[in-house]
C-alpha cells in the first residue's frame, strides 16, 4: 500500500520503474504493515536503484518512533531488533531480506566523532542532517523518486558533495572525511568537488579523534575498490593519508602495478606500509588500525622479509617444495611484493602465479602410528624418524606413495635394529644384511 508522500520533501522529482528488491514480498508486506504512516526507502538504496546496482542494504525511514515501529512490527509478526535503538534504527526480519528503519531526526550536538540526535517529524531536516547529496534521495515503493537536496543532479554529474556546508558537515563527523575518498572512487567523476576536497584536507589533522577500528573499516573498503589508486592519491595529496598511515609508502605507478596484479586488499594495505625506521614504523602504523589478531599476523607476515630468495621461487623444480614449505598462496603473494619493483620479476612472475594458483598440497603417506606398528616405542625418535621421511619424500618430488614410503620406514627401522645390536654386543659394525 502507497500513501501520499511527505509535503515537505515536495513532488516528485524523478520516477523509476522499481527493481525487484524494491516490489518484493517482503518489501509489500512492510508497507502493508505501516499503512497510512508515512515509510520511504533512502540513501544508498535509492541512489543504486538510480544506478541498476543492486543495494547492499535497504533502508527506509518513518516519522514513527523506535519504539512504535517495534510494536508495529511484533503485532504484525515480523520480528524486529533493536539494532540502533538509540539512534532510531530498527531491524525488521522478512527472510531473505531484511530492512532497517530509522526514525526521522535531527542534530542537537556533534563532536566529530559522535552525535547527539533527536527524533522528529521533518523530512527536509532529516535530509539536511546527512552526509552527501547522493545519499539523500527518498523513494516509494511505486518508484517516485524525491530530491530534496539536489542529489539527482550531483549524480547525473558524478560529482560527491556534501550538503550545505562542506566543513560544516564534515566537523560533525570527522569519519566523512574518508567516505568521501571513498565515494568519489566508486560515484565520482575525474575530478573531485573543490568545496568537499578542501574541506577534507583542512580536517586531516582531526582524523586521530576517530578510533582505530572506524578508520580501518573505511580504509578496507577504500583498498577494495577498483579506483582504489585514485582515491589514495587524493588522500596523500590533502595530507589525509599521512594523518591515518603515518610515514606511509605511496606511489600511484607502483600500486597500479599492484592492483593489475592482485584484488587482495591485504596485499596493499602491505604495499602502503613503511619498509624502515626512517619512513616509520609499520608495526605501529598497522597496530593504530585495530586489525584482528588474525589479519595483524597476515599483515605482519607478509611486511617481513621472505624466507626464501627470488631463485628458488623462479625455478619451477624448486617450486613445489617451497609450496610444501611455505605455502602456496603466501609464496604468491611474496612474489608479486618481490616483483613490483622490478621488471625482469614481473617479466617471470605469470609462470609462477600460474603455478601457486595450480599446485596442490600433497598429502604425506606415513603417520606416527604406522612407525608404532613396525615396533618402534613411543618417544621422541617417533617425531624425529617421521621428520626424516618426510623429508626423503619430499626431495624425492613427493612422488613416493604410501607403499614405497612403507618400504622406506621398514629399511630404516632395520638398519636401526641392526645398530642396537651391535652396539649391545660390542661390534663394530652392523651384521651382514641377508634375506
Excluded at 170 to 189: P, T
Excluded at 237 to 256: C, M, N, T, Y
Excluded at 345 to 369: D, E, M, N
Amino acid at each position: 500500500m502507497n500513501v501520499a508522500a511527505p509535503s515537505d520533501l515536495g513532488p516528485a522529482a524523478r520516477r523509476i520503474e522499481p527493481p525487484a528488491w524494491m516490489t518484493a514480498p517482503g518489501s509489500r508486506r512492510l508497507f502493508a504493515v505501516f499503512g497510512q504512516q508515512p515509510m520511504l526507502f533512502v540513501g544508498g538504496c535509492v541512489r543504486d536503484a538510480l544506478l541498476g546496482l543492486r543495494p547492499a542494504d535497504i533502508d527506509l525511514a518513518s516519522a514513527m518512533l523506535p519504539e512504535a515501529v517495534i510494536a508495529l512490527l511484533k503485532r504484525a509478526g515480523i520480528k524486529a531488533l533493536p539494532t540502533g535503538i538509540a539512534h532510531g534504527t530498527v531491524t525488521a526480519l522478512l527472510p531473505p531480506e531484511q530492512f532497517e528503519i530509522t526514525t526521522l531526526r535531527r542534530d542537537v550536538a556533534t563532536d566529530g566523532r559522535h552525535a547527539e540526535v533527536a527524533f522528529g517529524t521533518d523530512w527536509r531536516v532529516d535530509a539536511e542532517r546527512r552526509d552527501f547529496t547522493i545519499n539523500a534521495l527518498y523513494a516509494d515503493a511505486s518508484g517516485a523518486v524525491f530530491d530534496p537536496v539536489g542529489g539527482l543532479a550531483d549524480l547525473a554529474a558524478q560529482r560527491v558533495r556534501f550538503i550545505g556546508d562542506a566543513a560544516a558537515r564534515v566537523a560533525e563527523d570527522y569519519l566523512r572525511v574518508l567516505r568521501f575518498f571513498r565515494f568519489h572512487a566508486r560515484f565520482g567523476g575525474p575530478e573531485p568537488d573543490a568545496a568537499a576536497l578542501d574541506a577534507c584536507g583542512a580536517a586531516a589533522n582531526k582524523l586521530g579523534r576517530l578510533s582505530g577500528e572506524r578508520v580501518r573499516d573505511e580504509l578496507l573498503k577504500i583498498l577494495a575498490l577498483p579506483r582504489a589508486a585514485e582515491a589514495l592519491s587524493l588522500m596523500q595529496q590533502s595530507g589525509v593519508l599521512a594523518a591515518i598511515l603515518p610515514g606511509h609508502r605511496f606511489d600511484r605507478a607502483r600500486f597500479e602495478r599492484l592492483m593489475a596484479l592482485s584484488e587482495d586488499i591485504w596485499l596493499r594495505l602491505v604495499a602502503l606500509l613503511p619498509q624502515d625506521s626512517a619512513q616509520g614504523d609499520a608495526t605501529a602504523a598497522i597496530g593504530s588500525l585495530k586489525l584482528s589478531r588474525a589479519q595483524q599476523l597476515r599483515v605482519e607476515t607478509l611486511s617481513a622479509p621472505p624466507p626464501f630468495d627470488w631463485a628458488a621461487l623462479a625455478d619451477a623444480k624448486r617450486q613445489p617444495d617451497l609450496f610444501y614449505a611455505q605455502g602456496a598462496e603466501y609464496c604468491r603473494d611474496q612474489a608479486i611484493l618481490l616483483a613490483l619493483d622490478d621488471a625482469p620479476r614481473r617479466a617471470a612472475l605469470p609462470a609462477i602465479l600460474a603455478a601457486a594458483q595450480t599446485w596442490r598440497r600433497p598429502v604425506f603417506p606415513l603417520r606416527g602410528s604406522d612407525l608404532l606398528k613396525h615396533g618402534l616405542p613411543p618417544g621422541p625418535n617417533i617425531s624425529l624418524l617421521l621428520k626424516e621421511l618426510e623429508a626423503w619424500w619430499r626431495e624425492g618430488g613427493f612422488s613416493a606413495n604410501r607403499e614405497t614410503c612403507l618400504t622406506e620406514l621398514r629399511e630404516r627401522v632395520r638398519f636401526e635394529e641392526m645398530d642396537a645390536s651391535a652396539a649391545a654386543t660390542g661390534e663394530g659394525g652392523a651384521p651382514p644384511i641377508t634375506g
